[in-house]
């Protein structure tokens, strides 16, 4: 059975900085794309980031608008684990933070997962 475990969330002033992992278990996802959603009290969760990694195509990120020139996304194929750097954080980016595979960055763009984390809360005070 496949599991997503994150790691890393937390509270955190405006302005500061944390850092989110995730290591799935049970199985490598080399060749599929990993990310991060969030979903905020009473809204919609949305997509966040993405990675894809493979030998040919190198390396291929994508990030919501919001949280361009902020996050970080990148991964760890040796330790098939996922990272997000979160810098200048702000209070709107107070949210639960899930970790998701898919099998394309495209495919994940537009909502949708294969697999789902649990959650970490992120809360970021004014």
């Known amino acids: 059975q496949v599991q997503l475990t994150e790691s890393g969330g937390g509270l955190v002033q405006a302005g500061g900085s944390l850092r989110l992992s995730c290591a799935p278990f049970g199985r490598t996802f080399s060749n599929y794309a990993m990310g991060w959603f969030r979903q905020a009290p009473g809204k919609e969760r949305e997509f966040v980031a993405g990675i894809t990694w493979d030998a040919w195509n190198g390396i291929n990120t994508a990030y919501a608008d919001s949280v361009k020139d902020r996050f970080i996304i990148d991964r760890d194929n040796a330790k098939n684990t996922v990272y997000l750097q979160m810098y200048s954080l702000k209070p709107e980016d107070t949210a639960v933070y899930f970790c998701?595979?898919?099998?394309?960055?495209?495919?994940?763009?537009?909502?949708?997962?294969?697999?789902w984390g649990q959650g970490t809360q992120v809360t970021v005070s004014s």
């Open positions: 998701s595979v898919e099998r394309t960055l495209a495919s994940m763009r537009r909502g949708h997962a294969e697999y």
